[in-house]
């Protein structure tokens, strides 16, 4: 698959300005690799809209040397581990870019950050080769086999069944984060007592922003 012309950053909300890719924080990438990586996988997921995206798409545009991917994914050498390890070194590269914009409300600058790319789950029926002379309605039913394709964030926006799973993505976070607390509750009674209000105020700063 190759690549097209870089599609035009767009910000998410109105009135965004100054929109760039940068890395994820805590991310190992560097901000100039995330500025060339991220403009590479937005072509390749706006490159065909009947088409998707999938992980070994990533690792097949960076075998090209002078593609920006390709030492973060193939790395200086060819040995056999680094070749079992490329889909995970792309899925972590997807998910290391943010798109960045800047907004201003109230006479004051501010900047906004949101993850550019994100896996969406979606069900496929995949052909056998020995299988495409046979006619369709005498072929063997076949379950539809579930992938993950990549999708920008205009796409999520614009898309309910990825909206959908994003929103399931962070109601599993927040019911981990809570998981993870909830024995404190119990054996604490600082953070019994000061805890829930936390959250609270947490929510309120939330939902009026």
């Known amino acids: 698959m190759s690549t097209t012309a870089i599609p035009a950053l767009q ?101 906004q950050r949101i993850r550019a790319f994100h896996p969406v789950e979606i069900e496929i029926v995949e052909e056998h080769e020995e299988e495409e002379d046979i006619p369709m309605a005498v072929r063997p039913a076949m379950a539809p086999t579930p992938r993950r394709a990549i999708r920008d964030i205009a796409m999520v926006i614009d898309d309910p069944l990825s909206a959908d799973q994003l929103l399931t993505m962070a109601r599993n976070d927040v019911q981990t984060f809570l998981e993870r607390y909830e024995n404190y509750r119990d054996i604490v009674p600082e953070f019994r007592k000061k805890f829930p209000d936390y959250l609270w105020r947490a929510m309120k700063r939330w939902l009026q922003q």
């Open 11 to 111: 910000a998410p909300v109105p009135g965004g300005y100054n929109i760039r890719y940068e890395p994820v924080k805590g991310s190992r990438l560097r901000k100039a690799e995330a500025e060339a990586i991220g403009p590479v996988i937005a072509s390749l997921i706006n490159e065909d809209d009947d088409e998707e995206v999938w992980y070994s798409d990533i690792v097949e545009a960076a075998r090209d040397p002078d593609n920006p991917m390709h030492k973060r994914i193939f790395g200086e050498s060819d040995d056999e581990a680094i070749r079992q390890r490329r889909l995970t070194l792309a899925r972590h590269l997807v998910r290391s870019i943010e798109l960045v914009w800047d907004i201003d409300e109230d006479g004051e600058t501010y900047t």
